[in-house]
């Protein structure tokens, strides 16, 4: 079974365990032969997918009981593969939500680590230069770039243990695995939207 997360920048594939990516575009997706299942926040290709015979939107089928409005179906999807839990999309906007006996209690949106580096780039000049992510954070900055990075990477930390108390972290997205390792009770799974589609594919039998 074929699944893919279709988002603005790239595609991500996933089948029997293996997961790829390639950019996001109509060529990239017609190429599929097989029957694929997919959710999708790509406005543009929207209208392409659904005139594919062998694809599959699954945004119909993924539910999970939340009285927020707005939620994005990658987030739901996500949210589908845990019960009980925090999860952290650490992508271009740093995502959170919180589960607690299935039910979603809420969650919030952060910049992402590249989205914060354009930002101090854009107040000025001195201050567009890359966050180093091994900056010590237990210590003062003394020099711009690492009281950059500093600012970036620990308020997101800080965060994130206010939001954990006692629950267990779930991360995923490119910086996912990154801030895990800031936490005891931590993990990273590149996988976890696919294990909520792949959940929801089972609850709604339409395999």
Not at 31 to 36: A, L, N, S, Y
Request: net charge neutral.
């Amino acid at each position: 079974m074929l699944l893919c997360e279709i988002g603005n920048t790239n595609i991500h594939f996933y089948k029997k365990g293996a997961n790829w990516r390639k950019k996001a575009n109509i060529k990239n997706i017609s190429q599929i032969e097989e029957k694929f299942y997919y959710i999708n926040v790509n406005e543009q290709l929207k209208p392409k997918l659904q005139n594919l015979s062998n694809a599959v939107d699954l945004e119909p089928f993924i539910q999970i009981d939340t009285a927020y409005k707005g939620l994005g179906i990658d987030r739901i999807a996500a949210c589908k593969a845990v019960d009980e839990g925090v999860i952290v999309d650490a992508g271009s906007a740093i995502t959170v939500d919180i589960m607690a006996g299935g039910l979603h209690l809420g969650g919030y949106i952060m910049p992402g680590l590249f989205a914060l580096q354009e930002c101090f780039g854009s107040i000025s000049p001195k201050l567009d230069m890359p966050i180093n992510p091994n900056t010590p954070l237990d210590l003062l900055p003394q020099n711009s770039l690492e009281a950059i990075s500093y600012g970036a990477v620990k308020p997101v930390i800080l965060m994130l243990k206010e939001s954990q108390k006692d629950k267990k972290l779930y991360f995923t997205g490119g910086d996912g695995k990154f801030f895990a390792k800031f936490f005891d009770n931590a993990i990273y799974d590149g996988s976890l939207i696919f294990k909520g589609m792949l959940n929801a594919i089972q609850e709604k039998g339409i395999a």
